[in-house]
């Protein structure tokens, strides 16, 4: 029987992810806090620590490999807002594995931004910022390179709701679940489909799909 931190490891270790010693040690900290938050803040439907290891950091970090050739790419990646983070996912686990990127926490949720706070002091996450607001009041003082949510219903509300966040040659970064086909076909004549991942994610049932997108 594997313990959780070997679990983690396994699982990113099947996805292609390298963990620092380190990012081993802030990843399992933060979903303990998590996991104890959870109790009174409702952070999830999820309860057990287990599953949150698959369900929440796993499924995080299933777009490491993508943003890291990214950056390979285009080091000019700078700054990225997880707009409706909840309870820090993705960007929190992200902000972890990539220092180097500004990452912006945005969610009107006070209780949920609560939380947030208490883990950007308890891990030093210098890099992180917390935004308590809905999407359409905040008007950031420099625009966004890229926007990434695994909370949107549609991909119709990200794009439309999060354009006025984005440069101009910013990206959507859109984490789903199935092929959004019928999505897509509402935002075709608005956005372009630069790439479609097929996702792994280990220690998770069904498929998941990461979906780059850009305004026309």
């Given at each position: 029987m594997l313990d959780q931190k070997q679990l983690l490891i396994k699982g990113a270790t099947e996805m292609g992810v390298e963990l620092t010693s380190l990012q081993v040690d802030q990843l399992m900290?933060?979903?303990t806090e998590f996991e104890k938050w959870n109790k009174a803040y409702n952070l999830s439907a999820v309860r057990e620590l287990e599953q949150m290891i698959g369900r929440h950091l796993l499924d995080s970090l299933s777009v490491v490999p993508w943003l890291s050739k990214k950056l390979g790419q285009s080091p000019e990646l700078e700054s990225i807002i997880d707009v409706g983070t909840g309870g820090g996912l993705p960007g929190i686990p992200l902000a972890i594995m990539f220092p180097q990127i500004n990452w912006t926490?945005?969610?009107s949720n006070g209780k949920k931004m609560r939380f947030l706070f208490h883990i950007k002091t308890l891990l030093k996450l210098n890099n992180v910022s917390v935004e308590n607001r809905r999407v359409e009041a905040f008007q950031p003082e420099k625009k966004f390179d890229a926007v990434i949510s695994r909370a949107f219903a549609s991909l119709q509300d990200m794009t439309e709701g999060c354009a006025h966040l984005l440069q101009a040659e910013g990206i959507f970064l859109a984490m789903k679940g199935l092929f959004p086909?019928?999505?897509m076909e509402l935002i075709n004549n608005k956005i372009v489909l630069l790439e479609?991942?097929?996702l792994?994610?280990?220690a998770t049932e069904g498929e998941r799909h990461l979906l780059v997108?850009?305004?026309k």
């Open positions: 900290r933060y979903i926490l945005l969610d086909q019928d999505e479609a991942i097929k792994k994610v280990a997108l850009q305004l």
